[in-house]
């Protein structure tokens, strides 16, 4: 119980720290748009589209929250669980393009580099690093940056978008004392490459979740050890681990026992079991309990090949 209430209580404080943080972004944001395409500065603009995909991540960040508190029904399952991690590949593609879009106009900037103003270049990067630094203190404070993927996106996102305004603030340096004009361009690439890595990242980590892969806090040999070395435990086969969503890890698989086992000793040996397993990141265990001639067919772990090994490891007990 205790759990769950910790959860809760993160969760409503994620969403707001994602609330805050969007209206903030999404504000600034228009801003930075349009001062880039007042004083011609593309480090502005492209700071600006780092900064869309931002408030695009923040947004989808807190539609998945409160997507994600409509419950379960017979369509789906898992809830709207899974929505955030949809919305993290939508948002780490969207990142990609517009990280595309600046190294193209870099290119053309670098060949004939325009007239920049660069006192408002200053004016309007120098807000605009006070603006991230804020909102990234919200979302440190507010929110657990460490295990929710979105969460984690828009954190990185607002990083990234604090060295955007650095590099900003530096071309527009460069451009008021020495007149160096492609140094405009030169801070958008250096962002551009930024938002490509991150879109990289995200899109990554989400098609990991889409795909069940196995997630990355947890150990799957360790997890066997954990279940092996419960008393009773013949051997195991069809083991999967999965996230639902990130955050949320699930596990599934069938474990052999002896068939003289009563339904008391076999309840404990699943609690012990579950209890086991919630110290490695995963809460939502089922597991299949099943005597030594059970049919099965062969999966991962199908140890019937070597089932001497067992047999003798059996008789220490």
């Not at 405009?184 to 899109?203: E, F, K, N, Q, T």
Request: with cysteine; hydrophobic share 45%; aromatic share 8%.
């Amino acid at each position: 119980m205790g759990h769950d209430h910790h959860h809760h209580y993160a969760h409503s404080n994620n969403k707001n720290a994602l609330r805050i943080s969007f209206f903030i972004i999404s504000a600034y944001m228009i801003i930075e748009a349009v001062g880039g395409f007042l004083t011609n500065s593309l480090a502005l603009l492209s700071d600006a589209g780092h900064m869309l995909s931002d408030s695009i991540s923040l947004g989808v960040g807190l539609l998945a929250f409160t997507l994600g508190e409509k419950t379960a029904d017979y369509s789906k399952t898992y809830g709207y669980k899974r929505f955030e991690i949809l919305a993290a590949v939508f948002n780490g593609v969207t990142l990609i393009i517009i990280s595309l879009f600046i190294f193209y106009e870099a290119i053309q900037r670098f060949l004939n580099p325009p007239e920049v103003a660069s006192t408002g270049m200053l004016t309007i990067a120098i807000i605009g690093l006070l603006v991230n630094i804020l909102v990234a203190w919200i979302l440190m404070r507010g929110g657990d940056t460490e295990d929710n993927l979105n969460l984690r996106a828009a954190f990185l996102h607002v990083i990234g978008d604090m060295l955007g305004s650095i590099g900003a603030i530096t071309a527009a340096l460069l451009i008021m004392f020495f007149g160096w004009g492609w140094a405009d361009p030169l801070a958008s690439v250096i962002v551009a490459a930024l938002v490509l890595v991150s879109g990289w990242r995200v899109s990554k980590d989400a098609l990991q979740v889409l795909m069940e892969g196995t997630p990355k806090n947890v150990e799957i040999k360790q997890v066997i050890g954990t279940i092996k070395k419960v008393e009773g435990v013949i051997s195991l086969h069809d083991l999967h681990v999965w996230s639902i969503t990130s955050g949320l890890n699930a596990l599934s698989c069938h474990v052999v026992v002896d068939h003289d086992m009563s339904i008391e000793e076999s309840q404990s040996l699943l609690r012990t079991i579950e209890h086991d397993l919630q110290h490695q990141s995963i809460g939502h265990v089922t597991i299949q309990l099943e005597s030594e001639d059970h049919p099965h067919g062969d999966s991962l772990l199908c140890e019937h090949d070597y089932s001497p090994q067992i047999h003798a490891h059996h008789h220490h007990h």
